[in-house]
């Protein structure tokens, strides 16, 4: 299972275990690795999915993490709950891809910023505003005429009357 990246969820029915009724889950991302992991197990191709879910659910309420098996979903989750949990794997996905670009986007930062003396550690440290001043301020400076280009000026003047700018000529 992949780092930090979860979601958190209740099911809709829950899984009885101990003669407790569990709902709360944590969720975390699959990987080819625990595909693999499932196939080696011997899990037919028809439970493949279960399994991975087995092994990417970090909580399921007070059950210990080692009780939550490929069993105990084949015997105890009925099929809202895998329907759920199936959503809950696709916010997974869709979250590792937000972190994803929100990473790239910080490495550029860095990067771009740290030409000009900036650390990482102002950085981090910096609001959202600050960043953008900051990276708008170099934009300025390394190019400024496409800077220019892509402002939006609002004229102060008053509009002329045409009618009366035709009357006086």
Known sequence: MSGNITCTGSLPVGILFDGK????VVLGLATVGDEIAVIEDGVSDAGVPIAVLARTLTKIGDIPAQSITYEL???????????FLR???DEVK?????HEQRFTEYRYTVIRLGRYGISEEKIRLASAVELAGWLDAITRRENPKAWQKNRTVISLRRPRNRARSAASR
């Open 87 to 89: 959503t809950l794997r």
């Open 94 to 98: 869709k979250k590792a891809q937000i």
């Open 73 to 83: 979903l084949c015997d105890n989750l009925v099929s809202e709950d895998y329907a």
């Open 21 to 24: 009724l569990h709902q709360d």
